[in-house]
């Protein structure tokens, strides 16, 4: 089984490039180029030294004791959460924003939903001396503030976008309608490994030095480079790419990819795609997605801004579909008491979205041999509001 795109853009059944006819220049060119350019040793180089010097990596591989203890099994968190800007995206960014300069591109858009994306986004921009326009639905730049105002400090305009569900997908839309009209100096840096070929191999290669990390540091601390799980939480699927790209052709890993139920499956209010998705084109690829049964987007929910999208990426759907990863659906309720968990274990405030990875270790059965890594891919100072009112909710006599 095959689990790399290939010349066409296709994971298996999901992939492809389904765009405008006036964004097809831009595509292809990026595809045209984008392998090219990235393994270029010059290219290379000044990418390897501004993830060690600027981003701060390699992040540590923790072994986190007092979870093993509760877990009965050997359990490492990947740190990605102490990478610069608090989370993963920077890996992607960084990358990006060196190809939007060999590509002579002088302006950079992007969406995001929980903003750590477009965090990452205004911060290399301000490294490279660009124009920054991020794309955030009305909702979440509410629930997210503190995020907005990283990004404006940054000197980026952050535009709220208020069609649809004001959430994720329909920053997203706004992003590509911005592309579409300013093709010529407009380099879009998606955050996910979504949309149209060749995005979701380009994030997935920029994030794999996560995986690549992992291996090195796992074969100095248990004396074997392959764990017998990772686990990521999965929205539109960047940070478990990543993590899984350089274990997908070593079966004797299990893969775990981790989605957000919402208020529960069958509530109407989720964003399991892998269990309520079907086959469908979203934002320029073919991939599963929530839908109506005449293809009109059904709107995700979660409590975490960052797994808000009603698809995944093609990578992902592949995965789900040959069975390479094993899908968890985990509630609002059980992302929530994880997060006081692993704060109250081994003091490490997690990103809501990274506390839908660690509740899965709740469903899977772990032996005492089992080493698992957990792919940590956020901090949660940027939902210490979602996080107190939660907490308060739930302290609350029954009735007020």
Avoid at 152 to 159: H, R, S, W, Y
Avoid at 363 to 390: C, F, H, Q, W
Wanted: aromatic share 8%.
């Amino acid at each position: 089984m095959k689990y790399s795109v290939d010349e066409r853009g296709y994971y298996g059944n999901y992939g492809g490039a389904y765009i405008p006819e006036m964004l097809y220049p831009n595509v292809e060119e990026l595809r045209q180029k984008y392998l090219e350019i990235i393994y270029e040793p010059s290219f290379q180089e000044e990418l390897q030294s501004l993830l060690r010097d600027y981003v701060g990596r390699p992040t540590p591989l923790y072994y986190a004791q007092r979870l093993s203890e509760k877990y009965n099994a050997k359990i490492y968190l990947k740190r990605e959460d102490l990478a610069h800007t608090g989370a993963h995206k920077i890996n992607n960014t960084v990358g990006q924003i060196l190809l939007a300069k060999r590509l002579g591109k002088t302006r950079i858009i992007a969406e995001t939903g929980a903003g750590q994306h477009g965090v990452a986004t205004a911060t290399v921009c301000a490294l490279a001396g660009l124009e920054c326009v991020v794309y955030m639905g009305k909702i979440d730049t509410e629930r997210q503030k503190p995020n907005v105002a990283r990004m404006q400090l940054l000197g980026a305009t952050v535009v709220p976008v208020t069609s649809g569900s004001q959430t994720l997908k329909d920053a997203t839309n706004e992003a590509i309608r911005d592309w579409i009209s300013n093709p010529e100096d407009t380099h879009y840096i998606i955050g996910s490994v979504v949309g149209p070929h060749p995005y979701p191999d380009m994030v997935a290669r920029f994030q794999a030095v996560i995986s690549e990390e992992i291996k090195q540091q796992l074969q100095e601390k248990e004396g074997r480079s392959n764990p017998d799980y990772v686990v990521a939480c999965v929205g539109g699927g960047s940070n478990a790419a990543g993590a899984f790209y350089h274990y997908l052709n070593e079966p004797e890993v299990k893969l775990v990819a981790v989605e957000a139920a919402g208020h529960g499956v069958d509530t109407g209010f989720s964003a399991a795609t892998s269990v309520l998705g079907t086959l469908g084109v979203i934002h320029g690829s073919k991939t599963l997605l929530m839908q109506t049964e005449d293809g009109q987007i059904v709107e995700p929910h979660s409590i975490s801004a960052g797994l808000d999208y009603p698809g995944i990426g093609p990578l992902h759907a592949h995965l789900w579909e040959t069975g390479r990863a094993k899908f968890y659906s985990i509630t609002d309720d059980e992302s929530m008491q994880s997060v006081v968990l692993l704060s109250r274990l081994e003091g490490i405030i997690p990103a809501i979205e990274s506390a839908h990875a660690l509740s899965a270790l709740n469903k899977m059965e772990l032996k005492p041999t089992d080493v698992v890594v957990l792919n940590l891919s956020g901090r949660g100072d940027k939902d210490l509001a979602t996080i107190i009112n939660y907490l308060e909710d739930i302290e609350k006599p029954h009735g007020e």
